[in-house]
C-alpha cells in the first residue's frame, strides 16, 4: 500500500468518524454533552485539514474550534439552561 | 473497478455532504437557540473543510507527492516555481478559510450575546415558546 492510499484511508475514516460526532452533537437533548461531541468533530476536522496540506489553517483552528467556540457555549448554557426543552421558569 | 484512493476520497466528500445536512437539520429544526448555535458553528466549518478540498492539488490517482504551500528557497529560479506550481496545494482557498473562520468567531460571539438577552427578557431559549409569547 503506498503512503498516498494510506493517507487516503485515514481521511475516510476522519470523515465517517465526524459524520458520527456531528450525528450525536445534533441529536444529544442535554447540551453539555453536544458541545463535548461538537468539540470532538473540531478535532477530528483539525486532523482533516492537516492531512489535506492546510497545516496553517490547523493553527488557527485549533485554538479558535477547539478552545474558544466551547468555551464561549459553555458560558452560555452556565447563563441560560442546561437541556434542550426544558421549561424556563426559574430565571 | 473502482481504485482504492478514489473510493476513500469519495468517503470524505460524501461525509461532509452528510455533516452539511445534519447541521441544516440542527439549524431549521431544533427548538434550542444553543443547539442552532453549535449546528451553525459545524456548518461554517464543513463550508470551510469544502473549500480546503477544492483547493487540494492532485485528487486521487498522483504521481508526484503533494506538498504544502511553502517556497523553501529565498530567492527561487524559475524551474523552481514550475515545479512547486505542479506539486503544491493551492493557497487561495485556504486563506479565504483563514479569514472565514476568524469571522465566524466575531458572529458566533455576537448570537451569543443575543441568545443571553433573549433569556433575560423571556425567560427561555426555546423558539417554540418565544414565538408563542405576546406582548
Known amino acids: ?25 445534533i441529536m444529544e437533548r442535554d447540551l453539555l454533552r453536544a458541545v463535548l461531541f461538537s468539540a470532538i468533530q473540531s478535532t477530528v476536522y483539525a486532523f482533516i485539514y492537516y492531512l489535506l496540506m492546510a497545516p496553517d489553517i490547523v ?19 452556565k447563563k441560560t439552561e442546561r437541556y434542550e426543552g426544558e421549561s424556563g421558569e426559574n430565571h | 473497478m473502482i481504485e482504492l484512493e478514489t473510493y ?19 439549524v431549521l429544526a431544533r427548538p434550542s437557540l444553543v ?27 498522483p504521481t508526484l507527492p503533494i506538498k504544502p ?19 503544491a496545494v493551492d493557497p487561495l482557498p485556504q486563506a479565504l478559510v483563514l479569514t472565514a473562520i476568524v469571522i465566524g468567531l466575531a458572529v458566533t460571539l455576537f448570537l451569543v450575546f443575543l441568545t443571553l438577552q433573549a433569556y433575560r427578557l423571556y425567560g427561555t431559549t426555546d423558539v417554540r415558546k418565544i414565538s408563542k409569547l405576546r406582548g
Open chain 1, 1 to 25: 500500500m503506498s503512503p498516498e492510499t494510506l493517507i487516503l484511508g485515514i481521511l475516510g475514516f476522519l470523515g465517517l468518524v465526524s459524520v458520527i460526532a456531528t450525528f450525536l452533537a
Open chain 1, 59 to 77: 493553527l488557527v483552528y485549533i485554538p479558535v474550534a477547539v478552545g474558544l467556540y466551547p468555551a464561549i457555549v459553555l458560558f452560555l448554557i
Open chain 2, 8 to 26: 476513500f476520497f469519495t468517503i470524505l466528500v460524501l461525509s461532509m455532504f452528510v455533516n452539511l445536512g445534519l447541521a441544516l437539520y440542527g
Open chain 2, 35 to 61: 443547539k442552532k448555535i453549535i449546528a451553525l458553528t459545524i456548518l461554517s466549518d464543513t463550508a470551510n473543510t469544502f473549500a480546503i478540498i477544492v483547493g487540494y492539488a492532485r485528487w486521487p490517482s
Open chain 2, 69 to 87: 504551500p511553502v517556497l523553501t528557497n529565498l530567492n527561487p529560479s524559475q524551474v523552481d516555481i514550475l515545479v512547486f506550481s505542479q506539486q
